[in-house]
């Protein structure tokens, strides 16, 4: 299978935590994106990165998220001393990197259930 | 105001109906549009992209009206397989992240 993927698929922590996921886009990809989409909602814009460079974040993504892209193919996100709120799940995509707008593919998501 | 707002629905047709979505978004700079199929506790699908002109893939057909700043999806002859919810999705002008709406739920039954 040559689609994004994401690791793990669910996890479940205790309020204060930390926790972290992996995504790999798929191969070649150059751009990296970050979402989290809550019940009943569309997923919501975290981060973007374009090789190892994380361009653009969101006002959602609060001090206790970090991204990363060490060396421009996986990355990993981790939620710092996690809260109740942080229940959703985080969805990957990637994209070529070829054109200013294209399309994304999405990874099939982490669950993050936080007690 | 959301930056794409959605009928949320739930629109209960039965198969070989014809139904459609609309979808209205806020940011008249925005240069690219979609419409993304989520099917229940998975990721969602690119279902198809949506031009000026409007566009058709099978029983499809996406129309924007970029002066009203409105999007539309119509499905002609639902399948039980179009169950889903489905994401009206555009992307910020020279921005790369997309932007959801809510998604409207679709229910085709027999």
């Known amino acids: 299978d040559t689609g994004v993927s994401q690791n793990p698929r669910h996890k479940i922590t205790k309020r204060g935590q930390n926790v972290t996921f992996r995504c790999d886009p798929i191969?070649?990809?150059?751009?990296l994106y970050w979402y989290r989409q809550t019940l009943g909602q569309g997923p919501e814009f975290l981060t973007y990165?374009?090789?190892?460079?994380?361009?653009?974040k969101s006002r959602l993504l609060s001090d206790r998220f970090s991204a990363e892209r060490p060396k421009g193919s996986f990355s990993t996100l981790e939620i710092q001393r996690t809260e109740q709120g942080d229940s959703a799940m985080y969805l990957c995509?990637?994209?070529?990197?070829?054109?200013?707008?294209?399309?994304?593919?999405f990874g099939p998501g982490t669950r993050l259930l936080v007690l | 105001r959301k930056e794409v707002e959605q009928d949320p629905g739930p629109f209960n047709v039965p198969e070989g109906a014809t139904v459609a979505f609309n979808c209205t978004y806020s940011?008249?700079?925005?240069?690219?549009f979609f419409w993304y199929r989520q099917d229940c506790r998975k990721e969602p699908k690119l279902l198809m992209s949506?031009?000026?002109s409007g566009n058709e893939d099978g029983r499809f057909t996406a129309q924007l009206n970029r002066a009203s700043q409105y999007i539309s999806l119509l499905i002609r002859d639902s399948k039980l397989s179009d169950s889903a919810t489905y994401l009206c999705v555009v992307n910020g002008g020279g921005y790369n992240k997309l932007i959801f709406g809510a998604g409207t739920r679709l229910a085709v039954h027999p």
């Open positions: 995509a990637s994209s070529r990197g070829l054109a200013i707008q294209e399309t994304q593919y």
């Open positions: 191969s070649e990809h150059n751009r």
């Open positions: 940011n008249s700079a925005s240069q690219s």
């Open positions: 949506v031009y000026s």
């Open positions: 990165f374009q090789n190892e460079a994380q361009l653009e």
